[in-house]
């Protein structure tokens, strides 16, 4: 079995820790893991403010050439391990020239990326979606309900599809289903089950291929799979390429509930 972890960030990410990248490929190889992407968040696109507190959501764009430098150091040392260089690139509705212009830049170092929506469009202000359980509350009471929510992520990431952002556009498509974050804070059934299949479908129409993301499982808010477990089935039964990412941002982070994927849907 080719094990792969497509979703791996580093010691660059601003957010994350400082566990450097051969401890990363040292684990993944004891795990039996032999394909590993490390997709960084990208750098925001050009004019768009980071609405988080401490702005740390994506590298500067100073920090560029470092990286990919860092990746092809550490690539010579693993002969028996695909260690690919990859970005997170985030899609943000009306940034999309700037996006494809970040895209044009590195898309010749680019051997895999990621497509994802954290940021939502509110009465012309970005809320990071995600960031914490306050954050998301808010945006639900600002907008009348938490299904106001949903549906808006839901929306963007339908935008994110079927947008233009050039050659060099991700393949692949992240976490679609982040909005569950905090499904066990607000308590409310939301019924999106018609909203999640249309995205896969739109995927699948696409040509893109899926995160199917672990973090969610971590999360005491979530505790399943980005997208949830029938909707993997689903993604499979119409076609679609999965792989497996355990959005780790440290090594101990690293492949974290792999081994469900593995098993239930490899």
């Known amino acids: 079995m080719n094990k792969r972890d497509g979703h791996i960030h580093t010691p660059f990410c601003p957010h994350g820790t400082s566990d450097p990248l051969h401890a990363y490929v040292d684990k993944a190889e004891k795990s039996g893991f032999t394909d590993i ?17 401490a702005q740390d ?43 494809s212009h970040l895209l044009e830049q ?28 306050e954050v998301f509350m ?52 939301i019924d999106d089950d018609a909203r999640i299949r249309n995205i896969l479908q739109l995927i699948k129409k696409h040509g893109y291929e899926l995160d199917v993301n672990s973090a969610g499982l971590s999360k005491p808010g979530c505790q399943e799979f980005y997208p949830p477990e029938p909707y993997i089935a689903y993604a499979r039964e119409l076609g679609i390429p999965l792989v497996f990412g355990s959005d780790a941002h440290s090594t101990e982070g690293l492949h974290k509930y792999a081994e469900h994927f593995y098993t239930e849907h490899y």
């Open 138 to 189: 808010q945006l639900a009471n600002d907008m009348g309900s938490v299904q106001a929510v949903y549906d808006l992520y839901y929306d963007t990431v339908e935008a994110s599809i079927i947008a233009d952002l050039g050659p060099y556009k991700p393949k692949r498509i992240g976490h679609p289903t982040l909005c569950h974050k905090f499904q066990h804070v607000h308590g409310e059934q």
């Open 57 to 99: 959501s994506g590298m500067n764009n100073s920090e560029m050439s470092a990286y990919f430098n860092a990746l092809n150091e550490v690539k010579p040392n693993y002969p028996n391990m695909r260690i690919r260089s990859g970005l997170e690139v985030d899609f943000i509705q009306g940034f999309e020239k700037q996006t």
């Open 106 to 133: 590195v898309g010749p170092y680019l051997e895999d990326a990621i497509l994802s929506v954290h940021f939502l469009r509110y009465q012309n202000r970005f809320i990071c979606c995600d960031f914490s359980a």
């Open 37 to 53: 992407s490390f997709t960084e968040h990208a750098p925001l696109p050009a004019g768009f403010m980071d609405t988080t507190p």
